[in-house]
C-alpha cells in the first residue's frame, strides 16, 4: 500500500513563503502522474500543481509565478515551493500520485496565511 506523509505547513504572513513536502513509501517511478491540490474552507478541491510524465508541469493560474513543484525521486519525495502567499491560498494541501480518480492522497497539510 503506498503511503504518502505531508510536511511543511504552517502559519506564515502574507508574502511568506512555505516550502511543502510529501515523501512516499515507495519509489515514484512507477507513477506518471503526481502533484499537488488544495482544498479551502466550503470550497472543492482543486488542482495546485500537476506533474505528468512527458509533458510540462501544470499550475493553477492563480499560482503561476509563486508556485514551484520539484521532485526528487532518490528521495521518494515531491515538493511545493511556495512564495509571495496570500490569504486566498489559505488551504489544506494534499499530494497525490497515480492521478486523482485512481492514485493516492497524502493526509495534507494545513497552510494558513494571516496577519
Known amino acids: 500500500q503506498v503511503q504518502l506523509v505531508e510536511s511543511g505547513g504552517g502559519l506564515v504572513q502574507p508574502g511568506g513563503s512555505l516550502r511543502l513536502s510529501c515523501v512516499a513509501s515507495v519509489s515514484m517511478f512507477s507513477f506518471r502522474d503526481m502533484g499537488w491540490y488544495r482544498q479551502a474552507p466550503g470550497k472543492q478541491r482543486e488542482l495546485v500543481a500537476r506533474?505528468?510524465?512527458?509533458?510540462?508541469?501544470l499550475y493553477a493560474d492563480s499560482v503561476k509565478g509563486r508556485f514551484t513543484f520539484s521532485r526528487d525521486y532518490g528521495k521518494r519525495a515531491m515538493y511545493l515551493q511556495m512564495n509571495s502567499l496570500q490569504s486566498e491560498d489559505t488551504a489544506v494541501y494534499y499530494c497525490?500520485?497515480?492521478?486523482?480518480?485512481?492514485?493516492?492522497w497524502g493526509q495534507g497539510t494545513q497552510v494558513t496565511v494571516s496577519s
Open positions: 506533474f505528468t510524465s512527458g509533458r510540462s508541469i
Open positions: 497525490n500520485v497515480g492521478g486523482v480518480d485512481s492514485g493516492h
